[in-house]
């Protein structure tokens, strides 16, 4: 076991409540897997977070194949909305073996891959705001308790790296923004998306582009992108590189439409 999961195994053995932060649009690449084996018997919420970018039909689907999996509680709540995060709390309680007992709150860590919404959600939950967490793998030592309503939760979330050995998982993770520009290069996350795009929404794609057809290749419709963006080099050429940097920055901020980046086992019927 690495040391970040190794830190973070204590840690939940000492709450009673793990929150498992995941991105919506790819709940599965946002995960870390490991994770999973240190679930046991402890109630184990996952969050579907931003699901204002998500399709809905497909975190429905999410929601329902995750319900599904013993001891584990699933909500698709926006970790930015207060409403949304007290039925979250509450939901921790209930599910707390402490639950209702006088003087002893509710113990919840947060735990998740780097950019899926840990810190906004414990933020949300603690009505105020305090300081980002770094994406460093594994725990600050020095952590405060938040104690609010009948909870007790750390301001520093288990901090994992998502597992990158799926090529097409760190595609998707690239182009939803969870891994950084640097990981891997615009052009050739944009072209990923491109493709996943034309297949999964060409609607939504000709709706944002204001186009009859797509355009007959991924690559093309980079260069459509980046000629109506203005997207050029000396000679008039288009800049695929900044290009595919506008496009995801687009697709990213959900401009294009709430896209889910995939969708749970074939054998689970997708409800639309
Ligand atoms: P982390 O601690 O897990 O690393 O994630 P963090 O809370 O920093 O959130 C990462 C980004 O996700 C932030 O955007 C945050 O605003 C955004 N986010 C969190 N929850 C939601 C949600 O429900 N919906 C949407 N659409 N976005 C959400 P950012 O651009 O990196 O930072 P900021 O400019 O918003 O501060």
Redesign the pocket.
């Known amino acids: 076991m690495g040391k970040a999961l190794e830190s973070i195994a204590d840690l939940i053995k000492k709450v009673d409540v793990v929150i498992e932060?995941l991105d919506a649009r790819l709940p599965s690449s946002s995960s870390n897997h490991q994770l999973q084996a240190l679930r046991r018997t402890k109630p184990w919420v996952k969050v579907l977070?931003?699901?204002?970018?998500a399709d809905p039909a497909v975190t429905a689907a999410w929601l329902k194949q995750f319900k599904s999996e013993t001891g584990v509680s699933a909500v698709a709540i926006?970790?930015?909305k207060q409403l949304e995060v007290k039925k979250l709390i509450k939901l921790c309680k209930e599910l707390s073996p402490r639950n209702g007992r006088l003087g002893f709150p509710t113990r919840v860590m947060v735990v998740?891959i780097?950019?899926?919404?840990?810190?906004?959600?414990i933020n949300t939950m603690a009505g105020r705001s305090l300081a980002?967490?770094g994406?460093k793998p594994a725990i600050t030592t020095v952590n405060q308790r938040i104690e609010l309503d009948g909870i007790v939760l750390s301001d520093t979330?288990g901090v994992l790296w998502p597992e990158m050995d799926d090529q097409e998982g760190a595609y998707r993770l690239a182009a939803s923004g969870a891994i950084g520009a640097n990981a891997l290069d615009y052009h050739t996350v944009g072209l990923f998306a491109a493709e996943y795009l034309m297949r999964r929404y060409p609607e939504l794609l000709k709706s944002r582009y204001k186009v009859a057809e797509l355009s007959e290749s991924p690559s093309a419709l980079i260069e459509e992108i980046g000629r109506s963006l203005g997207c050029l080099i000396a000679g008039g050429e288009i800049d695929l590189n900044r290009a595919s940097e506008a496009f995801l920055r687009e697709l990213r901020a959900?401009k294009i439409g709430r896209i889910s980046f995939e969708e749970p086992s074939l054998s689970q019927e997708v409800d639309s």
């Open positions: 932060v977070n931003k699901p204002d970018l926006s970790a930015k998740g780097p950019n899926v919404g840990k810190s906004t959600l980002k967490v994406d979330p959900g």
